[in-house]
C-alpha cells in the first residue's frame, strides 16, 4: 500500500499497488488525480487537466 495527498485540498489518499498515470479520485475533493511518482510507499498525484472537445470550430 503506498500513500500520498492530493494536491487540490491535502487529503491523505492511499492505493494498493499503485501504477504510473493510474487515475483515480479524491475521497474529499473530487478531483481526478493521476500518479505522477512512485518512490517506495510514497505517491505523488497530479490533477488531471479535461480538455473541452474540439469540434472543428
Known sequence: MAKGNCP???AEIEINDPV???VTE???CGAELEV???K???IKFSVV???GEDWGE
Do not use: A, L, M
Request: glycine share 6%; proline share 6%.
Open 8 to 10: 487540490e485540498c491535502d
Open 20 to 22: 504510473i498515470r493510474e
Open 26 to 28: 479524491c475521497p474529499e
Open 36 to 38: 505522477v511518482e512512485i
Open 40 to 42: 517506495g510507499n510514497k
Open 49 to 51: 487537466e479535461i480538455s
